[in-house]
């Protein structure tokens, strides 16, 4: 399937440190997004990439993407408590796929303060 | 900053109901799509609409559903007779006309249904 799968599924980390979540999919994608989610809430976007970049920054996110590996990384740098969410990574493949996104499981990050 | 609504924000119902939900999309926005997730489980994609007709649909979109967009601002997704697995929360993203492909969806907070 095209389903991007987000590892790991759960990570505890303290307010300061770093978070990288990575994601891999499995065939030719337009773009890659990422999304944040609060328990119970709806989603929110974060960032876009194209398929041909090869990194992106905003904020204190940066993402990067792999085409020959078929694998993005978000990085959250400095985290805090508020960053707490479950973070997903979704995937745009289809030619006119009027953004039919495909979901990854998604990573649970929790910030400690 | 603009934002898609979404009502009810939880609908408890009785299996073989019918149930409708409801979306209000950003205006200008022309793409319209629901997605469900069951709890603890990914988001799935159900189908997008544009131009008052489906562009798509996944498997998941069987005859039970229907979406339409009655009077040009609702956007309606239509469960003809609930079952239990279709206890889930269900999203309402639009898009941006001329983003297609290059931008980001905006989400709802979604609608919780629970089917007894």
């Known amino acids: 399937s095209q389903q991007g799968e987000e590892d790991p599924q759960a990570l505890s980390i303290q307010e300061g440190e770093n978070a990288t979540m990575n994601c891999s999919y499995k065939?030719?994608?337009?773009?890659l997004q990422w999304y944040r989610q609060n328990s119970g809430r709806g989603l929110v976007h974060l960032i876009l990439?194209?398929?041909?970049?090869r990194e992106k920054h905003s904020g204190r996110l940066r993402v990067t993407l792999d085409t020959s590996k078929k694998s993005s990384s978000l990085l959250i740098t400095a985290s805090r408590a508020a960053d707490t969410a479950s973070y997903f990574c979704a995937t745009d493949f289809g030619p006119g796929g009027y953004n039919k996104l495909i979901f990854g499981a998604g990573t649970r990050l929790a910030v400690h303060p | 900053e603009p934002e898609v609504t979404q009502t009810p924000s939880h609908q408890v119902t009785q299996m073989g109901q019918e149930v409708i939900l409801r979306c209000v999309p950003i205006?200008?926005?022309?793409?319209f799509y629901w997605y469900r997730q069951i709890l603890g489980q990914k988001v799935e994609f159900l189908v997008s609409f544009y131009n008052n007709e489906i562009s798509e649909k996944s498997e998941i979109f069987d005859d039970q559903f229907s979406v339409e967009r009655p009077d040009g601002s609702n956007f309606t997704l239509k469960i003809r007779s609930t079952k239990l697995e279709d206890s889930a929360m269900y999203f309402c993203?639009?898009?941006?006309?001329?983003?297609?492909?290059?931008?980001?969806?905006?989400f709802g907070e979604g609608s919780r249904l629970t089917v007894l």
């Open positions: 993203a639009t898009l941006l006309a001329g983003a297609v492909n290059t931008g980001e969806l905006f």
């Open positions: 205006s200008n926005h022309l793409y």
């Open positions: 990439i194209r398929s041909n970049e």
């Open positions: 065939t030719s994608i337009n773009n």
